[in-house]
């Protein structure tokens, strides 16, 4: 897999400083987990947040250190780490969506296109969706709000700014206007995430528009 | 705030407890449960933990929890650390800034990499990265110490603040876009910088 296309660097920076909202920063971790040119990349984009907070001036406490007791040091490793992704789904994924997106329960949206929404936490403002595109199916002309990011899992889509095979990440600003076209034999399925629910809404109605008449 | 250094002022003094002592606590707490190492990690971190979550605008009793939670996390965790992934202040910083994200945004922490992460492909034990991530802490502290003030400004409010871009901008009354170029010109100076030391 050669990745061609892959998230701004700003993009980059705020996902190290664990700053990015939270659909956004799991359509990250996902190419990174696929991506070794950025993992090397937030490697030293790290380094910027650990230096600062060694230069922050410390808070004197309050309370003294908390007992412990050796029984309670047990590595409570996060089951998310523990799994290696089977099937095609990143790794960072895999505990959301299951290990293959063959499994995933599609909704249909309208003809050739079918979404999954993904679970954020209660409180995260983004929206975070699968969509599978049937092959050849083209999305009709839109234009993306802020920030927003998508990641190619299956397949792929070309449009006036390229190919976008698996792994690659289209980080869209608001200025560019395209209409994807999905691959004619494989299709596409992608992950996107939004950073708001409004602004989406408005994505969708947009693409229904046309098919709708509305 | 962040020390300036002045350029051409290679290394610093000696910490007080240098890094790898640090390295070497966490390590007797990993493998022996070690309550005083322990105790010494808890005293020079908890206070730069608890400085940080307030930085997050929490009140000074919230954030010593959470500082007091990163620390027992840190106990709890010491098994997974390993010296050769970098220094024990990248790994605790690491745990503050999840549980930040857990606690204070309640939102996942999609971690931008797991903690066991290892670039290096190499298995052979590597004895000076511990001195070698400091020697790169110290030159990007310098790097950061010397960026434009409107760059260290959107450096500061996302790392430390935990802004996204978009907040950003309204709280700088910014477009995104200038936002963004200004986080990527504060890193082009921070990459050129390392480029001898990656």
């Known amino acids: 897999m050669t990745i061609q296309h892959h998230p701004d660097i700003a993009s980059l920076m705020s996902c190290a400083a664990g700053s990015q909202p939270e659909a956004i920063a799991a359509v990250v971790s996902a190419h990174l987990a696929m991506c070794p040119e950025c993992r090397r990349e937030i490697c030293c984009m790290e380094k910027i947040g650990v230096a600062l907070f060694a230069s922050l001036a410390p808070a004197p406490l309050s309370c003294r250190a908390p007992v412990v007791a050796a029984r309670a040091r047990e590595a409570d490793r996060d089951v998310a780490q523990c799994l290696v992704a089977q099937g095609d789904v990143p790794a960072p994924l895999a505990p959301v969506l299951g290990a293959c997106l063959d499994g995933i329960p599609w909704k249909r949206l309208f003809p050739g296109v079918w979404q999954h929404r993904v679970r954020l936490s209660a409180c995260a403002s983004g929206d975070l969706r699968l969509f599978k595109i049937a092959p050849g199916t083209k999305l009709p002309e839109h234009r993306h709000n802020g920030e927003e990011m998508t990641l190619i899992l299956r397949g792929s889509y070309h449009d006036k700014l390229g190919t976008f095979r698996t792994g690659d990440i289209a980080d869209l600003d608001d200025a560019v206007e395209h209409g994807p076209i999905a691959d004619e034999v494989e299709g596409c399925i992608c992950l996107v995430a939004v950073e708001g629910k409004v602004r989406y809404k408005g994505l969708i109605a947009r693409l229904l528009q046309p098919i709708l008449g509305v | ?198």
């Open chain 2, 1 to 198: 705030m962040l020390q300036v250094l002045e350029r051409g002022r290679i290394r610093r003094a000696p910490p007080v407890t240098p890094s790898r002592t640090m390295a070497d606590l966490l390590q007797r707490v990993a493998a022996s449960g070690d309550v005083e190492a322990f105790r010494k990690l808890f005293q020079t971190y908890a206070p730069r933990v608890k400085s940080y979550m307030m930085r997050q605008g929490t009140d000074p009793n919230t954030a010593e929890e959470l500082a007091q939670e990163t620390l027992l996390t840190v106990w709890r965790k010491a098994g997974l650390y390993s010296g050769e992934k970098g220094s024990a202040t990248t790994w605790i910083f690491t745990i503050a800034r999840n549980l930040r994200i857990d606690r204070l945004r309640r939102e996942v922490a999609w971690q931008p990499l797991p903690e066991d992460h290892n670039e290096k492909a190499s298995d052979d034990p590597a004895p000076d990265e511990e001195l070698s991530d400091r020697e790169r802490r110290d030159r990007v502290q310098a790097i950061l110490g010397e960026l434009p003030q409107d760059q260290s400004e959107v450096v500061m409010l996302s790392y430390i603040e935990g802004l996204s871009h978009s907040e950003i901008a309204e709280r700088l009354g910014l477009p995104l876009g200038t936002v963004k170029s200004r986080m990527r010109l504060a890193y082009q100076k921070i990459r050129d910088g390392l480029e001898d030391l990656r």
